[in-house]
């Protein structure tokens, strides 16, 4: 069967290229010369925040993918007709096989082959395409949601602010405060300052981002 990878794109490669955009961008600020202070390590908060809902809750994120979504999936419906296909002809080699002449059976597993490669083919090259398009356009709203960020912990003393999901999945990070979670706010705020026609909902509470490892 077709390895159905395009799932990635309302899930895992949507939720990867909100982290890893977040992830990328330059420092808020640095040092004079590596490893030597600009001045005195300033006072204030440290916070963290979870990239991994931006996808669904920030509406101007969630509006493209949505597009992007759309613009897709056609082609990929096709793809799971294809897959389908393919296990139906599974099914049948399994059980026809047996009583079958032996250049039929062979037959049948060519024409199986020649179409689980020609859909792993048009899957990677769909992949490719969707991951590109995704890259061009949703950075302009990567680049306004870090400015934002930058402006949003300035006015509010912080001075750090830790990537949650990455931190807790890498175990750069051991505990936290939920006082500390600043997602809910932040999306909050975002959305509030960059509305969109039928914005995305509200922010719901989600589930404690736990270090790796841990219960």
Do not use: H
């Amino acid at each position: 069967m077709i390895k159905l990878k395009f799932a990635a794109l309302t899930a895992v490669v949507l939720a990867a290229s909100a982290m890893s955009a977040m992830a990328q961008q330059p420092q808020m600020s640095k040092p004079a010369s590596a490893g030597v202070p600009a001045g005195p390590i300033p006072d204030g908060k440290i916070v963290v925040i979870n990239v991994t809902v931006f996808q669904e809750q920030i509406g101007e994120l969630k509006q493209k993918y949505d597009q992007i979504g759309n613009q897709y999936k056609d082609r990929y419906q096709k793809l799971q007709q294809m897959d389908q296909q393919l296990k139906q002809m599974e099914t049948d080699i399994r059980s026809k096989g047996p009583s079958l002449a032996p250049d039929k059976l062979q037959e049948m597993q060519r024409e199986y082959d020649d179409l689980k490669q020609r859909g792993q083919e048009e899957l990677n090259n769909l992949n490719r395409e969707v991951q590109k398009t995704m890259d061009a356009q949703t950075k302009p709203i990567q680049d306004k949601l870090f400015q934002f960020l930058q402006n949003y912990s300035t006015q509010r003393g912080i001075v750090m602010v830790i990537n949650l999901a990455g931190a807790a999945q890498s175990g750069s990070i051991a505990y936290w405060n939920p006082a500390a979670d600043i997602t809910e706010d932040f999306i909050a705020e975002y959305n509030k300052a960059n509305p969109v026609a039928g914005g995305a909902a509200p922010a719901q509470q989600k589930p404690p981002v736990r270090p790796a490892g841990k219960p």
